[in-house]
């Protein structure tokens, strides 16, 4: 024998599926799409080409003999107090090695910019800047004087400091 409670529940169960899926008619129009979200990047910077320009324009303002010590001037300084003075030497560590002038400091041009970077030369002292022949100093000094620190370089470089027989250290 059948039990009509059973149909019945198989019959309320069938209908509630079939409108719980079924689809409804609604006669609202659909929501708006929401305008995308527009992305900010932020502005490309060529940090390249900005210090081209900055070096640029502060090389063309520049005197020829600008920052740039005599060697006989530097004896001068070193000689009344040499505890004002840093002097950074750029050449080779195996030439540094054979002769420069006491209290100097052997820094790469290139580790000059990491000194720069890092903020480890000193800002309370005359730097003087002294290469080969006085052309990668000046470049050097360029970059300190850019950085906001009083640079020079010597002029003629290393050679002008022995041939005018000054004191050396080294080998």
């Known amino acids: 024998m059948h039990?009509?409670?059973?149909w019945l529940a198989w019959?309320?169960?069938a209908a509630l599926l079939a409108a719980g899926c079924a689809r409804t008619t609604d006669s609202s129009p659909p929501p708006a799409a929401s305008a995308p979200t527009p992305v900010v990047s932020a502005p490309v910077v060529d940090r390249k080409a900005i210090l081209r320009e900055a070096s640029a324009n502060y090389l063309l303002t520049l005197p020829p003999t600008e920052n740039k010590l005599k060697v006989a001037d530097l004896k001068m300084?070193?000689?009344?107090?040499?505890?004002l003075l840093f002097i950074i030497d750029t050449r080779r560590a195996e030439d540094y090695a054979k002769g420069h002038i006491a209290g100097s400091v052997n820094i790469s041009?290139?580790?000059?910019?990491?000194?720069?970077?890092?903020e480890t030369l000193p800002t309370d002292k005359q730097i003087v800047v002294i290469c080969y022949t006085g052309q990668g100093a000046m470049q050097v000094t360029t970059a300190l004087r850019m950085a906001g620190y009083n640079?020079?370089?010597?002029?003629?470089?290393?050679?002008?400091?022995?041939?005018?027989?000054?004191p050396q250290e080294g080998n």
């Open 11 to 13: 019959f309320l169960l």
């Open 109 to 118: 041009g290139p580790k000059v910019g990491l000194e720069i970077q890092n």
């Open 151 to 166: 640079a020079v370089d010597l002029l003629s470089g290393y050679p002008a400091w022995e041939e005018a027989g000054y």
């Open 77 to 83: 300084m070193f000689d009344k107090n040499p505890d």
């Open 3 to 6: 039990h009509p409670r059973r």
